[in-house]
């Protein structure tokens, strides 16, 4: 079956520190995969996008890194800030057969930045 | 801003009834994509539309059916509406039609059925 699982859940950490979020996949065959950083109640915001051929992705203080083999990737946030509070959503692509077309959205974690 | 209009940002209806939600992608952009995101099931794909055809097709209820037209706007209609269908459904647009080009979403409508 093809899934996006992330963790942890819910994640809260004082200002200026650092994080990282993890997302594993079972999406076979593989496109690519994103992480969006969505506001509460508003439209999602794509902070990285990898294809399987990437290891690692940089958007100022977002770091994604990707292991194909593992299907494993994660969402490295530096010097968290307030702004940063939100739901960080990691969603995999499929590339062909049953999964063409289709996006898999894991269900988010929740990051509470403190001051 | 997306650049990604969604319309109406809220909408409270009663069950039974039919809503049209309304989505403009952003300029130059050929893919709509609508999502349904409710509070325990995270975001769900439900159908993908690409030049005024369909594309993809994802979780989509039958109740449910979505159109896109000439000038590439797009609706989603919901019928029969249930107190489930209670949640955020957001609209993204993308240039091209594959799955690996970047997708913006809309702010989202907001339904809520009572």
């Known amino acids: 079956k093809n899934q996006v699982e992330q963790s942890p859940q819910s994640l809260i950490i004082l200002e200026g520190k650092n994080c990282t979020l993890q997302?594993?996949?079972?999406?076979?065959?593989?496109?690519?995969l994103r992480w969006y950083k969505q506001d509460t109640g508003r439209g999602p915001v794509s902070l990285t996008i990898m294809t399987f051929s990437e290891n690692t992705k940089s958007n100022g203080r977002y770091t994604a890194t990707l292991d194909a083999d593992t299907k494993q990737s994660s969402l490295h946030i530096t010097a968290s800030q307030l702004s940063d509070s939100a739901s960080y959503i990691c969603v995999v692509s499929g590339n062909r057969g049953s999964t063409l077309g289709r996006l898999y959205f894991g269900r988010g974690t929740q990051l509470t930045v403190w001051p | 801003d997306s650049g990604v209009t969604q319309t109406p940002k809220h909408l409270i209806t009663a069950t039974g009834q039919r809503v049209t939600l309304r989505c403009s992608p952003r300029s130059g952009d050929l893919s709509v994509y609508w999502y349904q995101q409710s509070l325990d099931q995270g975001l769900q794909f439900l159908i993908q539309?690409?030049?005024?055809?369909?594309?993809a097709k994802g979780n989509i209820l039958e109740r449910f059916s979505a159109q896109q037209f000439p000038d590439l706007h797009s609706e989603l209609n919901l019928s029969s509406l249930e107190l489930g269908d209670s949640a955020l459904y957001f609209c993204?647009?993308?240039?091209?039609?594959?799955?690996?080009?970047?997708?913006?979403f809309g702010q989202g409508t907001r339904l809520t059925v009572v």
């Open positions: 997302c594993n996949y079972t999406v076979s065959p593989f496109s690519n």
């Open positions: 539309y690409y030049n005024g055809e369909e594309r």
């Open positions: 993204a647009s993308s240039v091209g039609g594959q799955m690996n080009t970047e997708a913006f």
